[in-house]
């Protein structure tokens, strides 16, 4: 009795456990077997309608290649070829008799089959038989001949189609002619993507968002215990290149999960209905290996607002709708999470945005400093570096990059240290490739005239003397007349002492300044202006214009916005809110602005003309000078003592030295200037490049491409 119990409590449920399981796993195959051999009713009408359409097509082309290959003789006709020696062969096939033309034929021709019905006529065997030079032949019309002609001209066809067709069919998975209604999503398992969270720096606060999401994958019932549940979705928002699909991929690494990747345009045929049938697919497909993640890439492709006003697409719309509507049927707690990416949040229809579809936005922002240290850092695992490097310095000169520039950097080093023999990546290397990024190679065939290598000396002097001569200026690491490929003819180089996120008004004033410091050099020692300064004015229009109408640093204006931004990750582009007199008006102020800034330079590089002097014919001899040679003959022309070794140089370098109201001075910060109030955004000085919102030194600005220097307008653009 006490065996009989154990048996009842452990043992017999076990066995039925096991049972259980046995009889689910086999009715699984079952089903599994049946679905393979048995086709369903819908691919038997398939089928059918392949077959009768195949026939009426057979049978269409067969009547149109004999209507136009043959052509009936009346029989008296026939009698007259014969009788002039018109035709070759004659082959008797039942009631007809088919003609075959000599090739010397002048009446008949060689291309046509033609053809005349037997009539009564006792005398056509002699008159095919004294005909001269007809050869005479009969067709076998038994039932075995004619069921051949008929395999060979009907049945043989008519297979060859239906088997094509049917491959065809079969290959799409039944998913609509030419396989438009699948979903054509790359599956990723873990193995194959190989990403984990250990391949993705500098985005610490989006990846702490995502390790909860891996985590509830990982322990759902930690969750489930007090009520939580799975997002539904995340949406990863930030500018071009900072690693939304890489983190995408690396959830789905951690995660262990199937992962689902595809573009927001995969939806988009030609086909009307298309797209909505390709996300039914997805979802199904998705449902069938839960637990698993769906990255949508690029989603706003698909997600754009339903806006009526500036015409609709039906299609896409019709997309949407269904993306929206599998969304809210779909269970989280099966573990299916959707990931979408874009980098233009702002035209993402509502309805799509909101909590229920996509629960949470992660912001993939431009990394910081330590960010962009942490992202050198992994790209460079492969690659062989020297005791020189410091990646803190290389850090400071890219603010703003991302990175996708961080790595493009990397790989330049690496392919700069090889070219010139070295075995391992040296700090000159890093450097050389963030110029070659920046302003491209050195183009060694352009040989400027004399003349033409003063202007551009002195243009290039203007801009770094009255940097230098600016309160708490970021120090000069290198000034260059030699012509880079992306039109530069010389550009000035800075490197920031420390990372910022904010810019006073003073600074954007010294900004001003220091861009339009070349023309003021030019005209200062030429008596004359050229060309070069044609980005550098464009650089301090866009600073201006941004105090006044984006920043509130107007006197006029005060703290009116009449500047909106349009596209935050992206171009940065602005619209004015205002009406055309007030447009009139601003750029009464702007143009103000302008020319006290322009006085100002031309006022600091004359009462320094003799340290301009100097350095300008250094320059032009050796072509390229470091910030410390240009420090050291500054110190020499004013009488400064040099500092002592190992202890920091000043930062008010110059200000309290040649100027006795340095208080007063503008403050000159020429590299990362960012402004933390969300969406909005300050002017930065960089290159020539625009006024960027979020951007820095080597850095591509919301998202852009490193700015190119001149962009092929201004040859002696500044860089900072």
């Not at 930030?238 to 689902?260: C, D, N, Q, S």
């Not at 345009?265 to 769906?294: H, N, T, Y």
């Not at 039906?314 to 929206?324: G, I, S, Y």
């Not at 969406?679 to 190119?708: K, S």
Request: glycine share 8%; proline share 3%; charged share 25%.
């Amino acid at each position: 009795r006490g065996l009989g119990d154990v048996y009842k409590r452990q043992v017999c449920p076990n066995v039925i456990y096991a049972q259980k399981k046995w009889r689910k796993s086999m009715d699984n195959n079952n089903q599994n077997r049946n679905g393979r051999k048995r086709p369903s009713g819908q691919n038997i009408g398939v089928l059918a309608l392949i077959l009768v359409i195949t026939l009426i097509a057979v049978t269409v082309m067969n009547n149109m290649v004999r209507k136009n290959q043959t052509q009936e003789l009346g029989y008296e006709e026939f009698v007259e070829y014969l009788k002039e020696g018109e035709i070759d062969t004659a082959k008797l096939s039942g009631n007809r008799i088919y003609l075959t033309p000599k090739t010397s034929s002048t009446k008949l021709s060689r291309f046509i089959q033609y053809y005349t019905v037997r009539i009564p006529d006792s005398d056509l065997a002699e008159r095919l038989l004294d005909s001269n030079g007809v050869h005479v032949v009969a067709e076998d019309t038994s039932t075995s001949a004619n069921i051949l002609n008929f395999l060979m001209g009907w049945v043989l066809p008519s297979a060859l189609m239906i088997g094509l067709l049917y491959m065809m069919y079969s290959r799409m998975g039944g998913g609509g002619m030419m396989g438009v209604g699948k979903s054509n999503a790359k599956v990723y398992v873990q193995k194959e993507t190989g990403v984990t969270f250990a391949d993705v720096a500098g985005e610490d606060e989006a990846k702490e968002s995502l390790v909860e999401i891996v985590d509830f994958l990982h322990n759902p019932q930690k969750y489930s215990k007090i009520g939580a549940k799975l997002p539904k979705g995340a949406l990863l928002v930030g500018p071009p290149g900072t690693g939304k699909t890489l983190l995408a991929k690396a959830v789905a690494g951690e995660a262990h999960v199937p992962f689902y990747s595809l573009s927001g345009s995969d939806f988009v045929e030609m086909f009307v209905g298309v797209g909505a049938s390709r996300v039914r697919d997805l979802f199904k497909q998705a449902q069938q290996s839960a637990p698993c993640i769906i990255f949508i890439d690029e989603i706003d492709a698909i997600g754009r607002s339903r806006d009526s006003r500036l015409g609709g697409n039906d299609e896409r719309e019709q997309t949407l709708n269904q993306l929206l509507s599998e969304m809210d049927g779909f269970d989280s707690s099966k573990g299916l999470l959707v990931l979408g990416a874009t980098n233009r949040p702002e035209i993402l229809d509502p309805a799509l945005l909101r909590p229920g579809r996509f629960d949470r936005r992660v912001i993939v922002d431009k990394p910081d400093l330590k960010g962009r240290v942490n992202i050198l850092k992994v790209h460079s695992k492969d690659v062989r570096l020297d005791e020189t490097v410091d990646f803190e310095e290389i850090a400071l000169a890219t603010s703003g990059a991302v990175g996708a520039d961080l790595a493009n950097m990397m790989n330049e080093a690496a392919i700069n240290a090889v070219k010139n023999g070295r075995q391992a990546v040296s700090q000159k290397d890093l450097f050389e490739a963030v110029e070659l990024v920046l302003v491209g190679k050195e183009k060694k065939d352009r040989i400027l005239s004399k003349e033409e290598r003063r202007i551009v000396s002195y243009h290039e002097v203007g801009h770094a003397l009255v940097t230098a001569l600016q309160k708490d200026a970021e120090p000069v690491q290198k000034i260059t007349i030699v012509p880079r490929t992306m039109g530069a003819l010389g550009y000035v180089m800075q490197v920031p002492e420390e990372e910022k996120y904010l810019n006073t008004k003073k600074e954007l004033q010294a900004m001003l300044v220091v861009s339009l410091a070349g023309r003021a050099a030019e005209e200062l020692v030429f008596d004359t202006v050229t060309t070069g300064a044609a980005n550098d004015i464009e650089q301090a229009t866009r600073i201006a214009r941004a105090m006044v109408t984006q920043y509130g640093m107007s006197e006029k204006f005060g703290l009116m916005g009449l500047e909106t931004q349009e596209n935050q990750y992206l171009t940065g582009r602005t619209v004015l809110n205002c009406g055309d007199a007030t447009a009139a008006e601003i750029d009464t102020e702007v143009m103000k602005m302008l020319k006290e800034a322009y006085a100002e330079a031309k006022r600091l590089l004359s009462e320094n003309r003799d340290a301009m002097d100097q350095i300008a014919a250094f320059l032009i001899e050796k072509e390229t000078i470091t910030g410390k040679e240009f420090m050291k003959i500054f110190r020499e022309v004013k009488g400064i003592p040099e500092p002592e070794e190992g202890k920091k140089e000043e930062k008010n370098r110059m200000g309290g030295e040649f100027d006795g109201n340095a208080e007063s001075q503008p403050v000159q910060a020429t590299e990362t200037s960012q402004v933390q109030d969300p969406g909005v955004q300050v002017a930065e000085h960089v290159q020539n490049a625009p006024v960027n919102e979020n951007g820095g030194y080597a850095g591509a600005a919301d998202g852009q491409r490193m700015p190119q220097a001149g962009n092929g307008q201004d040859p002696m653009d500044q860089q900072n």
